[in-house]
Nanobody, 129 residues
């Protein structure tokens, strides 16, 4: 059982940067692959990027390559989303998710919502023009 709490959202101007954090409860964080999704009004939930349980592998959606970076600090039970060169179309609720990967290699990075076991409540990111 894992509880995920996002933080760091807010209002930023186009071209600016923002770093989101997702802190997980429990003592088994290092066994979970982690991912970030976003959902904007009128759009489907969109996978952004993910990271393997030990941080050895990452997967980036085309929409965020070159602008967003995922990282994790297992000692702090936290995964981060660094967002640079933000655009108004990045405005959305950003949500982190966890997948139990204890029986997987670190190369396992799920990319679909249905693959994840736990979800945070999300944090709002608004990019003004």
């Amino acid at each position: 059982q894992v509880r995920l709490v996002e933080s760091g959202g807010g209002l930023v101007q186009a071209g600016g940067s923002l770093r989101l954090s997702c802190e997980a409860s429990g003592r088994t964080f290092s066994t979970y692959a982690m991912g970030w999704f976003r959902q904007a009004p009128g759009k489907e939930r969109e996978f952004l990027l993910g990271i393997g349980a030990r941080g050895g592998s990452t997967y980036y959606a085309d929409s965020v390559k070159g602008r967003f970076t995922i990282s994790r600090d297992n000692a702090k039970n936290t995964v981060y989303l660094q967002m640079n060169s933000l655009k108004p179309e990045d405005t959305a609720v950003y949500v982190c998710a966890a997948k139990n990967a204890i029986y997987y290699f670190d190369t396992y990075v799920p990319t679909r919502s249905g693959e994840y076991d736990y979800w945070g409540q999300g944090t709002q990111v608004t990019v003004s023009s």
